[in-house]
């Protein structure tokens, strides 16, 4: 069963600060990976896609995969408390463009 | 970026009732995919749906239970059939913009008393 895995949190850090978000993944065939932010009540929010080892950074936002390790992380600089959400990983599947999600972190962003 | 619309947005059903739920992309795309997400749950592949073939479905869910149509390359329907209080979900279709990438309706909330 190819599984996504994420810690549930609650992640909290302190405005503007750094959060960090990570998830690994089991199924190696999987190419492409994406962040999703979901708000309560609210269907996911596309925030990074990531197909490469190494970083890609989108303003604030600052994906990481690496493939030997099977890890994909999301970096939050200056988190604001509208960050506040729940953050899905997802990878691609043997679906084709279906994803496997993982069960997604909570993150708390304190004023 | 693909704009979905789904209707009804809520709705809340008696048990051994049905629901057909719609999903409407505005460009045309070739897979439509629908999830469920059960209450403080990720979201779980209910099934693919490909214009002018069958649905597939992943392990776990059935056409019986959660027949689907694709009658163009810009519509999807979800039934949700003789529904029970499991199924009380959120029910998502989602599909790609053209890249691997996909984005999400805004979902369609069920209760089942």
């Known amino acids: 069963q190819k599984e996504v895995e994420q810690n549930s949190g609650p992640l909290s850090v302190p405005e503007g600060a750094i959060a960090s978000l990570n998830c690994t993944y089991s199924d190696r065939g999987s190419q492409s990976f994406f962040w999703y932010r979901q708000y309560s009540g609210k269907s996911p929010e596309l925030i990074m896609s990531?197909?490469?080892?190494g970083d890609k950074e989108d303003g604030r936002f600052t994906a990481q995969l690496n493939k030997a390790s099977q890890y994909v992380s999301l970096l939050i600089r200056d988190s604001q408390p509208s960050d506040s959400a729940t953050y899905l990983c997802a990878g691609e599947s043997n679906s084709g463009y279906a994803l496997n999600f993982g069960k997604g972190t909570s993150l708390l962003v304190t004023p | 970026s693909a704009v979905i619309s789904q209707k009804p947005s809520r709705d809340i059903c008696q048990r051994g009732t049905s629901l057909t739920i719609q999903c409407q992309v505005d460009s045309q795309v070739t897979m439509m995919f629908w999830y469920r997400q059960q209450p403080g749950q990720s979201l779980t592949l209910i099934a693919t749906?490909?214009?002018?073939?069958?649905?597939?479905?992943e392990s776990g869910f059935v056409i019986d239970k959660f027949p689907i149509s694709r009658p163009n390359l810009t519509f999807s329907t979800l039934t949700v059939s003789n529904m029970s209080p499991e199924d009380s979900s959120i029910y998502l279709c989602?599909?790609?913009?053209?890249?691997?990438?996909?984005?999400f309706g805004p979902g369609t909330r069920l209760t089942v008393l």
């Open positions: 749906a490909n214009q002018g073939s069958e649905a597939t479905y």
């Open positions: 989602s599909a790609p913009d053209g890249t691997d990438t996909q984005y």
């Open positions: 990531i197909y490469s080892n």
